[in-house]
């Protein structure tokens, strides 16, 4: 029997955790049919809890294939300034003065649109916040488009596939909206310093095309979603009001932008957030409660993505380097759905003479591709840990995502291909 390598069951696991997702929502529904067993499959129902999971086991399999040193060697040898940089701007970006200022912005840009108050809101949480994810990264738009969303969008007695449009749309609309600028998106962040592209390149070359099919967008799915939205929704209109003073919420603000600008930082924005926390305890009354949890869970999932990603090179890149530019654009959309768009974008800039044009299809696809799986960009596992309890069985399928992704996945195809 020939040996098998690390990197095979790398891989195998990988299809694994895949599948796993795939099938996460199945688990939840065990839960209920096998009641004494219901912590544990509950536990392997949670989307956020599945990579990191296959990832242990991966350190595991690799103590035993290559020697314990060697597992933590490589454990330790991975980047994740990416999952803790998301865990810290979730819990930053949804705290009570930013949401406060960002809702009060919202009810005054409503009021302004010459539409019902509710779709008002709603097309601007998914068309307006995505965009401005190109200032403030995507994970802190996407934490705070979810927020805004979930009492007004997502809520029991919203029909299923109405939802999972505006999930998908939401998501496309995030993974796009990103590329305005050359920091917010992961999957062009990897890229831009190699590939020298500014800011003002990413406008010019990716932006206002990203920007139309954010617009059409979101304006399909809150046309979808007319007869749905309430006339008035009471956090939306109360999340406005009441007393909070200004400093503090010029305070949160100034952390929130910190640790953005210091996002490749850690050992900065980490301190940032301890004396943010030493803030939120100073003001607690001023605050809700801090989403700690989805965030860590969200970290967690990240992590265990980037110690099973780091894995897959060997089979990934000669698929991404054997594509002719043309073909690249779809196998990028593709395979984006398959394994987060930022590692496949990393390993195309490892390409040695790459082409102008196939870099332009490879990171229009994989962004294009962002929104049809949870693992395809970095910001959706925090939509799915602060959406996902106003889906049946509290779970978000990922069939039924990929399912309402798909139109606005080709919107954004055509946008970046025929634009």
């Known amino acids: ?7 095979q069951i790398a891989a195998a696991l990988f299809a694994v955790a895949l599948i796993h997702t795939f099938s996460a929502k199945l688990f939840e529904r065990l839960s209920y049919r096998y009641p004494r067993h219901a912590g544990l499959l509950h536990l392997l129902g949670e989307v956020e809890v599945v990579f990191g999971f296959w990832a242990i086991v991966l350190v595991f ?9 060697e597992a933590l060697a490589y454990a330790e040898s991975r980047k994740y300034t990416e999952p803790l940089f998301v865990f810290v701007v979730m819990v930053i970006a949804a705290s009570k003065p930013v949401l406060h200022v960002v809702m009060a912005t919202v009810n005054a840009l409503a009021r302004l649109l010459p539409v019902r108050r509710s779709l008002a ?29 979930a009492p007004q969008i997502f809520r029991p007695d919203v029909p299923e596939r109405v939802k999972y449009l505006a999930l998908g749309v939401l998501f496309v609309n995030i993974s796009i909206g990103g590329t305005l600028t050359s920091f917010a998106a992961p999957p062009v962040l990897m890229v831009a310093s190699t590939w020298n592209w500014t800011s003002a390149f990413m406008l010019a070359t990716f932006g206002w095309k990203a920007a139309i099919a954010v617009l059409v967008n979101a304006s399909i799915a809150v046309f979808v979603l007319r007869r749905h939205l309430p006339e008035i929704d009471a956090r939306l ?12 919420v010029a305070v949160h603000l100034t952390f929130l932008a910190s640790v953005v600008a210091l996002a490749h930082h850690p050992v900065a924005f980490l301190g940032l957030f301890l004396m943010f926390l030493g803030v939120t305890q100073a003001y607690e009354r001023y605050q809700n409660q801090l989403i700690v949890k989805e965030a860590l869970l969200v970290a967690f999932f990240l992590a265990g993505l980037v110690v099973l990603g780091g894995m897959q090179q060997w089979w990934l890149q000669p698929i991404v380097s054997g594509m002719s530019p043309k073909v690249l654009f779809f196998g990028a959309t593709a395979l984006t759905a398959l394994t987060d768009n930022a590692a496949l974008t990393y390993l195309g800039s490892l390409i040695e003479g790459i082409s102008d044009e196939a870099k332009y299809n490879l990171v229009a696809g ?51 291909a025929l634009l």
Do not use: C, H, K, Q
């Open 61 to 69: 399999a690799m103590a035993v294939v290559s020697g314990g040193s």
């Open 121 to 149: 809101t709603a097309w601007l949480g998914l068309a307006a916040v995505p965009l401005f994810g190109s200032a403030i990264t995507e994970p802190a738009a996407m934490t705070i488009a979810a927020l805004m969303l």
């Open 237 to 248: 209109e109360g999340s406005g009001e009441g007393s909070m003073p200004m400093p503090l």
């Open 366 to 416: 994989a962004v294009a591709g962002g929104g049809l799986t949870v693992i395809a960009n970095a910001p959706n596992p925090a939509g799915v840990a602060l959406l996902r309890r106003g889906f049946a069985d509290e779970s978000i399928g990922a069939g039924e995502l990929l399912v309402g992704a798909l139109l606005p996945t080709l919107i954004a195809v055509a946008a970046f």
């Open 1 to 7: 029997m020939p040996n098998i390598s690390i990197e």
